[in-house]
């Protein structure tokens, strides 16, 4: 099956540093969505983003399908971005409805 | 307005009990899925059902019974609770054919802990 890596595998930053995360995919994608695991447990979409850049406030994604990539942006950090950051994929080849996650990148912001 | 919910939210049993999860979505979708999350946070598919129906079963014990009364609910029966079966249980749901090809939105999670 398909395979997600992240990286870093663990990121501590500042208040106000600037940070990317990044996921490789091993094969092409239907789908791609980033979401933030916050300390509580939550699951929050923050991007569905299978290629092309978006902006959400602080936030942005782009996704180099051809390439295989994407890239999460945190500008400007806030302790309340702590939590880990995953990355997963709906497979092209594969079933359309099965999510493949990485194994996730866990953010540290230090007031 | 819950999109995606999950009933309960923690669950502490012991082992060899048999326990539901219930999950409802009020978001229209006719795709629902559960996932676990292990004590590594790791994330994996369970159960897809489309539209009432069974799509994916990924390698699951049988004694995870999943069932679907309608498009909007899907709950989880695990029989024979195991000492590994403690994790976080997420719900989530999706449209197919929609211009956000199947994205996925998901439920608060439900922690089982198993003793």
């Known amino acids: 099956g398909i395979q997600v890596e992240q990286s870093p595998p663990d990121l501590i930053l500042q208040e106000g540093a600037n940070s990317t995360l990044r996921c490789n995919f091993s094969?092409?994608?239907?789908?791609l969505q980033w979401f933030h695991q916050n300390p509580w447990g939550q699951l929050i979409n923050l991007f569905y983003i299978p290629s092309g850049t978006k902006q959400n406030g602080r936030l942005s994604a782009t996704t180099v399908a051809t390439e295989r990539y994407s890239l999460l942006y945190i500008s400007s950090s806030q302790t309340t971005d702590s939590g880990v950051y995953f990355c997963a994929v709906l497979n092209s080849g594969g079933s359309n409805y099965k999510l493949t996650f990485g194994k996730g990148t866990l953010l540290t912001v230090n007031p | 307005d819950t999109a995606v919910s999950q009933t309960p939210k923690y669950l502490v049993t012991q082992m060899g009990n048999d326990k539901s999860i219930k999950c409802e979505q009020n978001l229209g979708h006719d795709t629902m899925y559960w996932y676990k999350q292990d004590s590594k946070k790791f994330l994996k598919i369970m159960f897809s059902?489309?539209?009432?129906?069974?799509?994916i079963n990924e390698t699951v014990p049988n004694r995870f019974s999943p069932k679907s009364p309608d498009k909007a609910h899907l709950n989880l029966h695990i029989n024979s609770l195991e000492l590994g079966d403690s994790a976080v249980y997420f719900c989530a749901s999706s449209q197919e054919g929609r211009r956000s090809y199947n994205e996925q939105f998901f439920g608060p999670g439900t922690r089982l802990t198993v003793l």
């Open positions: 059902y489309n539209n009432k129906e069974l799509i």
């Open positions: 094969d092409s994608v239907n789908n």
